[in-house]
Nanobody
Framework: QVQLVESGGGLVQSGNSLRLSCAAS????????IAWFRQAPGKGREGVAC????????YYADSVKGRFTSSSDNAKKMAYLQMDNLKPEDTAVYFC??????????????????WGQGTQVTVSS
């Protein structure tokens, strides 16, 4: 069974950093890059960091570019989202996700098949 288990969310002050982790199982981790999304109350699910399968580059939302960095450790089957210089507008539930059908192209939520449970990130001013 495909499973994604997230950890690392919490309450932090503006300017601080946080690293989210996503433990993956049930699929060949190295073949399917993990994507990160977030959803603020009353808002749609926003793509934060997604790998372009075509060239291997990582797309970052404009709002997080330069502050967030996604990475992975194939040996540990873990994906990470390093979030630096956090801002109140980063407050959201963060999800990791994977597309096992290779449909993802635009870092949109509907393109992804499996999701973690979500972890709350709250940034105070």
């Amino acid at each position: 069974q495909v499973q994604l288990v997230e950890s690392g969310g919490g309450l932090v002050q503006s300017g601080n950093s946080l690293r989210l982790s996503c433990a993956a199982s049930g699929f060949r981790f190295a073949y399917y890059p993990i994507a990160w999304f977030r959803q603020a109350p009353g808002k749609g699910r926003e793509g934060v960091a997604c790998v372009n399968v075509g060239d291997g580059s990582t797309y970052y939302a404009d709002s997080v570019k330069g502050r967030f960095t996604s990475s992975s450790d194939n040996a540990k089957k873990m994906a990470y989202l390093q979030m630096d210089n956090l801002k109140p507008e980063d407050t959201a539930v963060y999800f990791c996700a994977v597309d096992l059908k290779f449909h993802a192209a635009n870092c949109q939520a509907f393109e992804y098949d499996f999701w973690g449970q979500g972890t709350q990130v709250t940034v105070s001013s």
